[in-house]
């Protein structure tokens, strides 16, 4: 990790110019459902300011399960993945984070220990704020805490989502609904499609879908034998996504129409 801004003792030129990238990366445009996407351009502006710049490698741990929280991260460009490690050995993934997204926040609301593993997909940038520095930041900006308050709401929702699919819907229909979720919100468009260059294994996949690896590979093959994907090399590539998507919705006559059958339902 490489922190590329100065101390407390910058100079006035320096501040400047710290000034005009937190109102340069104030003008973005953000993901809707996160922190940066649903705070008022005053707020916003105002958060990119706080804390120090930080350039993450790729496969770099952010926070580490267990460790006590200190700061929060806030993530401006790349991608991040939030995992745990169960006491059976076998690490899960949660969930992904990008541009916009802050991560720690839990770990600072309750003043306890981070509950899970956070960990570069690819290179970052970031600004790390202090607990304390952030705390102060929501006192004076109280509609920044509605901006929060919606972003932990979002993701509780997906939670419950997920644990609903979880029991109701066949395992092929999770992993395509997984996929899609990617593929639209993080995929690379290329001329064969959506490019799931996120870094992630196959394993990791079959995690968030909440499948076996066994299953997740079956799929996988029957996603391309209907030329929903293509795999290249150890990369996932969506061919056609408004597909994909219908296969991940059971919103239809016919949910067994893409080979889907009983034995398929199992969890795993």
Same mark, same amino acid.
């Given at each position: 990790?490489?922190?590329?801004?100065?101390?407390?003792?910058?100079?006035?030129?320096?501040?400047?110019?710290?000034?005009?990238?937190?109102?340069?990366?104030?003008?973005?445009?953000?993901?809707?459902?996160?922190?940066?996407?649903?705070?008022?351009?005053?707020?916003?502006?105002?958060?990119?300011?706080?804390?120090?710049?930080?350039?993450?490698?790729?496969?770099?741990?952010?926070?580490?399960?267990?460790?006590?929280?200190?700061?929060?991260?806030?993530? /401006?460009?790349? !991608?991040?993945? =939030?995992?745990?490690? +169960?006491?059976?050995?076998?690490?899960? *993934? $949660?969930?992904?984070? %990008?541009?916009?997204?802050?991560?720690?926040?839990?770990?600072?609301?309750?003043?306890?220990?981070?509950?899970?593993?956070?960990?570069?997909?690819?290179?970052?940038?970031?600004?790390?704020?202090?607990?304390?520095?952030?705390?102060?930041?929501?006192?004076?900006?109280?509609?920044?805490?509605?901006?929060?308050?919606?972003?932990?709401?979002?993701?509780?929702?997906?939670?419950?989502?997920?644990?609903?699919?979880?029991?109701?819907?066949?395992?092929?229909?999770?992993?395509?609904?997984?996929?899609?979720?990617?593929?639209?919100?993080?995929?690379?468009?290329?001329?064969?499609?959506?490019?799931?260059?996120?870094?992630?294994?196959?394993?990791? /996949?079959?995690? !968030?879908?909440? =499948?076996?690896?066994? +299953?997740?590979?079956?799929?996988?093959? *029957? $996603?391309?034998?209907? %030329?929903?994907?293509?795999?290249?090399?150890?990369?996932?590539?969506?061919?056609?996504?408004?597909?994909?998507?219908?296969?991940?919705?059971?919103?239809?006559?016919?949910?067994?129409?893409?080979?889907?059958?009983?034995?398929?339902?199992?969890?795993?």
């Amino acid at each position: 990790m490489a922190a590329l801004e100065g101390s407390n003792g910058s100079s006035r030129g320096q501040v400047h110019a710290r000034h005009d990238e937190g109102a340069e990366l104030n003008q973005q445009s953000w993901p809707a459902d996160t922190l940066l996407g649903r705070m008022s351009t005053r707020s916003r502006e105002a958060l990119l300011e706080l804390g120090t710049a930080v350039a993450y490698e790729a496969q770099h741990q952010v926070f580490r399960q267990g460790e006590e929280s200190h700061h929060v991260v806030l993530l /401006l460009d790349g !991608l991040m993945k =939030v995992f745990v490690h +169960t006491e059976f050995g076998r690490p899960v *993934l $949660l969930a992904l984070r %990008g541009r916009g997204d802050l991560l720690g926040e839990i770990s600072m609301l309750e003043r306890l220990p981070h509950s899970a593993n956070v960990m570069t997909c690819k290179p970052a940038q970031a600004r790390l704020i202090k607990n304390l520095q952030l705390c102060d930041f929501f006192d004076r900006h109280s509609d920044a805490w509605a901006a929060l308050a919606g972003t932990l709401g979002t993701r509780l929702h997906k939670a419950d989502v997920g644990r609903t699919e979880f029991v109701a819907c066949p395992a092929p229909v999770r992993v395509g609904r997984i996929i899609a979720e990617i593929a639209g919100a993080y995929g690379i468009r290329t001329a064969e499609g959506l490019d799931l260059d996120v870094a992630l294994t196959q394993t990791e /996949l079959a995690s !968030l879908a909440g =499948v076996s690896l066994a +299953t997740f590979e079956k799929t996988l093959r *029957l $996603l391309q034998q209907f %030329g929903l994907v293509q795999r290249k090399s150890r990369r996932i590539v969506v061919a056609d996504l408004p597909r994909l998507r219908r296969f991940g919705v059971l919103e239809r006559e016919n949910p067994y129409q893409y080979g889907i059958v009983d034995a398929d339902v199992a969890q795993s």
